[in-house]
């Protein structure tokens, strides 16, 4: 297998230790948590989303175990505002924050909030929140006014796409219209599970969002689209779990990953993914970053 060098230089913006991030919802809701995956190795974390209003998430069940990945429902439940003072002690680490609202707006509000972040992640992707994520960031004029109002907070801004519309290369243009400085691909899938015991859907919201190895093909394939698309950096997201799987997916096209459900079966897994996949004798990354386009 290949071997890379750890970056010498910051991805998208954001001084990143090594090319592996925590992905937004994954133990991003505290501080401490956040911190705890830095020292486990993570090149950069990203927090839960935050939007501007506390919301409890839907009703439960909010998480089940499917064949190759997990479906989620949790409804974007954040503490909106009360973030700023639980990742106050994280200033000057490489912490992305995930923000949402309804309208541009509200994404510049969000924003405000936050002057010690590294980066803004744009969530325009959950797969099941009405009026938020992914049922407005289907729309390429909605995704570059988020975008550009973000923009004006002077900071690196990530806009996370959704996999589920037609033409990915659209939305992933109106982000680089509106300024963004890097697209994430991809948020989950949207997908449903039913008892046939009870004879109903098993989620509290019937629809969730799939995530783990089962859609690494579609991540893989959403992020080879957007590299003939857009000539900003790419972050894969989406089923990685190995050293393998992030060659691959800089070979389609990732300047960088974020790495998710695969936490909850090791929380070691971005020094185990590092053991495998650095080397200090290894290639630069970039030299085989979209490497795989033919
Ligand atoms: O909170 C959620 O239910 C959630 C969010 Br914000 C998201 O962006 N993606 C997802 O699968 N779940």
Sequence with gaps: MIQIKLPEEEIAGVPLRNHMLLAAGILGTTGASLKRMLNLGAGGVVTKSI?????????????????????????????????????????????????????????GTVASWFPDAAAFELNLSCPHAEGYGASIGVNPRVVRECTEIVKTYNKPVWVKLT?????????????????????????????????????????????????????????????????????????????????????????????????????????????????????KDGIPAEEIVGCAHV
């Design 163 to 279: 996999p589920n519309v037609t033409d990915i290369k659209i939305i992933g243009k109106a982000a680089e219209e509106g300024g963004a400085d890097a697209i994430v691909a991809v948020n989950t899938v949207k997908a449903m599970r039913i008892s046939t015991e009870l004879r109903r859907p098993v989620l509290g919201n019937v629809f969730g969002g799939l995530s783990g190895q089962a859609i690494f093909p579609i991540a893989v394939r959403s992020v080879y689209d957007l590299y003939d698309a857009v000539d900003i950096p790419i972050i894969g997201c989406g089923g990685i779990s190995s050293a393998d799987n992030v060659l691959e997916m800089m070979m389609a096209g990732a300047s960088a990953v974020e790495i998710g459900s695969a936490i909850h079966d090791s929380v070691n897994i971005f020094s185990e993914i590092a053991a495998d996949l650095y080397s």
């Design 51 to 107: 939007g501007p209003k506390a919301i409890p998430g839907h009703h439960g069940p909010a998480l089940i175990p499917v064949d190759g990945g997990l479906i989620n429902a949790m409804g974007l439940p954040n503490p909106s505002k009360d973030f700023v003072e639980e990742i106050a002690p994280l200033k000057g680490e490489p912490v992305v924050v995930s923000i949402f609202g309804g309208t541009p707006e509200e994404f």
